[in-house]
């Protein structure tokens, strides 16, 4: 196998490839402008928990260095 059989593969293809990287990068630079539609979500969100088998606490448990650590506690009903 010759040397210009090896190289003339990826003389040909680099500049292919890095045409079509170019152009795939322009086309994710368009972004669609959707209108400001309200939310789904309330701005007060509670979850109705009377149907959970476990009744849920969070407390911070104070650590030896200082720093309090945030805790889920979870107690079966």
């Known amino acids: 196998m010759k040397l210009t059989q090896v190289v003339r593969p990826l003389v040909l293809g680099a500049p292919m490839f890095g045409v079509l990287a170019f ?6 630079q368009n972004t669609r402008a959707y209108p400001n539609f309200p939310s789904d979500t309330p701005t007060k969100f509670e979850p ?3 149907t ?7 407390v911070m448990i ?3 260095d200082g720093i309090r650590l945030h805790t889920v506690i979870l ?3």
Do not use: F, G, Q
């Open 23 to 28: 152009t795939s990068l322009l086309a994710a």
């Open 48 to 50: 109705a928990d009377s």
């Open 52 to 58: 959970w088998d476990y009744s849920r606490r969070e």
């Open 62 to 64: 104070p650590m030896r």
């Open 75 to 77: 107690v079966p009903k």
